[in-house]
């Protein structure tokens, strides 16, 4: 026995084994101590030895477990393990928390242990922890280590087998001479039903699983040997991290219970590979690095970022900057030379030279922590190229658009000043020349004269529609609530007399309120409605037709892009001479015409206003129509409810 007794004697558990001994007094059940390791003795009396033979009760820090001899009793009974709780005082002296209880019929073992929930991970005795790589016991001593109540307590199962052979003197199967009871939580079965059996009477999968030639392997090199493999009972996996110890005629075997440990591994690997996935798909990569080490661990597409496979290079710091680019060497080493130096934040943005002599931008993110005495730094590296390269392109974009600006600005002064002059002038001298000369020109000559007057007038509203366009969105006046139906009341007065010329007929419904600058919109319904006074069908009566209805988000055009989930529809309808449909989207182009400068007047500018006008009101506007049946403009703008 003096081996599994050394074994258990130098547990890190302390170990107890009490057996009943029958009162005098109250005829009640007391427990004696029949034996303890060396880990109990120190924990219970600061001694090496002196309780075997003492009572539970004379053991002050027994005495102490609130119930303990009434628990005893009740699992001697039961041959049930119980955990107890150990009394504060004990626990917080010793870090023991609990201790473990089991029963065999003729006696009680009780181990002390750290944690409840760490049990299944703990080993019990130092069995599996052994370097020896050969035990020889006689045949009684083995025989009482095989019969020795202590070993149900393990939490491991602990098993010896013999081989049998077949005909040639081979090896062909190992029978089953002992195994403890922790089998029974995992099979359901006895022990007694398992003793006796071959290992593939008792799991056939033992012929393809390469168990039997492990075992013969130690049996006959009488080396120790580790392996792990998973097994299958009641309709669960079970996995076993196992050591096999040659021992007499035969082999003990001790498997360790790693079921739940093959789960974590088995949830962590499926983690990580989402999180490589995930790193891949976002073009970042992750890393900790060891503040007092040189090297960085990366992550997988840390390595992919640089144009390299998974740990193709080696990940030492000063590997990392020989990727840098060589005006970005001396920044990247100053800002994590600091961020070492008070444990602090890094960020910034560099660039690389990868595998393909590509240069990327890089953006690094670093936190520092403390765990235990050492700092690290945890974070991520991810791929900003793009968006390197989309800032730089806006930039340049902002960059054009302000010398577009600027030459807009010194056009609108010379539109309005510097064109305009001349242009005054020129009409002031065609109107004294048509006064003074008045039936004295010819009739060619005064043809001529009404189109020079035609031209300045025509050139005038061009002058003025365009600064009208280019000054849209340079309006200083705030948005505010605007009634459209007083702006189509102001816009049929001042086209009041064209209407009454036409006998035109203009209807609408009632028009919402809505966000905006009030003279805007006024030109926009102006010039809408003077196109249907324009774009006429001879003979025929003009009616012009204004809609209203509210519409959501999700009832309008998919083209149009619109954000708000609320929107007033207002459609200008005529029956005028339409247009066809290839038109549609041209209509609106600046100083588009779709007819001749003799057929009807005009610039070309006027729906170009309209669309920027509605734009800059957070809005769209469409157009469609149909030759000789009429046209129609629908307006979108936000509503305010």
């Known amino acids: 026995m003096s081996f599994f007794k050394n074994i258990v004697d130098e547990s890190k558990d302390a170990i107890l084994y009490v057996t009943p001994i029958q009162s005098q007094k109250d005829k009640s059940k007391a427990f004696k101590i029949a034996y303890a390791n060396t880990t109990a003795q120190i924990l219970l009396i600061q001694s090496d030895s002196g309780l075997e033979g003492k009572t539970v009760a004379q053991v002050e820090k027994l005495s102490l477990i609130n119930g303990l001899e009434n628990v005893l009793e009740q699992v001697l009974q039961s041959k049930e393990d119980i955990n107890i709780p150990i009394y504060e005082a004990l626990a917080q002296e010793t870090g023991y928390t609990y201790a473990k209880l089991n029963g065999d019929g003729e006696g009680v073992t009780i181990t002390f242990l750290f944690s409840l929930e760490n049990d299944i991970l703990k080993t019990n005795a130092g069995f599996l922890d052994s370097t020896n790589d050969r035990r020889i016991v006689n045949e009684k001593e083995l025989a009482g280590i095989i019969n020795n109540s202590v070993l149900d307590s393990f939490n491991n199962i602990i098993c010896y087998v013999k081989p049998t052979y077949d005909a040639k003197g081979a090896i062909n199967d190992f029978r089953i001479e002992y195994i403890n009871n922790r089998m029974v939580e995992i099979t359901g079965e006895e022990p007694s039903s398992i003793i006796g059996k071959t290992l593939l009477e008792f799991y056939p999968k033992n012929s393809t699983n390469g168990i039997l030639e492990l075992l013969e392997k130690c049996y006959t090199t009488e080396k120790n040997i580790k392996f792990l493999r998973k097994y299958h009972f009641n309709g669960k996996d079970f996995w076993f991290r196992n050591r096999a110890i040659k021992m007499n005629e035969g082999v003990m075997l001790f498997a360790k219970d790693v079921t739940r440990e093959k789960e974590y ?44 496979q998974p740990n193709e290079f080696d990940s030492n710091y000063e590997r990392l900057l020989s990727f840098v680019h060589e005006n970005d060497v001396e920044k990247v080493r100053k800002s994590f030379k600091e961020a070492r130096k008070h444990r602090s934040r890094a960020e910034l943005v560099f660039r690389i030279v990868t595998k393909n002599k590509k240069v990327r931008y890089l953006n690094t993110i670093g936190e520092c922590f403390k765990k235990d005495a050492n700092w690290y730094m945890v974070g991520v590296i991810r791929d900003v190229t793009e968006q390197m390269e989309t800032e730089s392109n806006l930039q340049a974009r902002n960059a054009e658009l302000k010398r577009t600006n600027s030459d807009l600005e010194a056009f609108n002064r010379v539109a309005s000043h510097d064109l305009q002059e001349p242009l005054r002038k020129i009409q002031m001298f065609i109107s004294r020349l048509s006064d003074e000369e008045k039936g004295r020109l010819s009739p060619k000559s005064q043809g001529y004269l009404e189109k020079v007057k035609s031209s300045s007038d025509r050139m005038r509203n061009l002058i003025n529609n365009l600064l009208s366009y280019s000054k849209v969105e340079e309006v200083v006046e705030l948005p505010k609530s605007v009634n459209l139906n007083d702006v189509l009341d102001n816009v049929l007065d001042d086209l009041g007399e064209r209407i009454k010329e036409l006998k035109a007929e203009v209807r609408s419904d009632d028009l919402p309120i809505v966000n905006g600058v009030q003279f805007q919109l006024e030109q926009l319904f102006t010039n809408l409605i003077s196109n249907s006074l324009k774009y006429i069908k001879p003979d025929t009566k003009t009616k012009v037709e204004i809609k209203s209805t509210l519409v959501s988000k999700k009832e309008l055009p998919q083209v149009l892009g619109l954000v708000n989930d609320t929107y007033v529809k207002l459609q200008f309808l ?30 070309g500018l006027g729906l170009s206003i309209c669309k920027k006008i509605v ?17 129609e403009f629908t307006v979108y703008l936000p509503i305010l409810i």
């Open 265 to 308: 591994e088995e949830q962590l690997f499926v983690q990580n590979r989402l999180l490589t996935e995930a790193e891949a798909v976002a073009s970042i990569g992750s890393f900790k690095w060891n503040l007092a080490e040189t090297d960085v661990n990366y992550s997988e597409n840390v390595y992919r970022l640089f144009g390299y």
């Open 574 to 603: 005529d029956n005028g001479i339409g247009f066809e449909k290839k038109y549609e989207n041209k209509i609106f182009e600046i100083f588009q015409r779709l007819h001749g400068k003799n057929e009807y007047t005009g610039t």
């Open 615 to 631: 734009e800059s009101h957070n809005g769209a506007i469409m157009a469609k129509g149909k030759p000789n049946v009429g046209a």
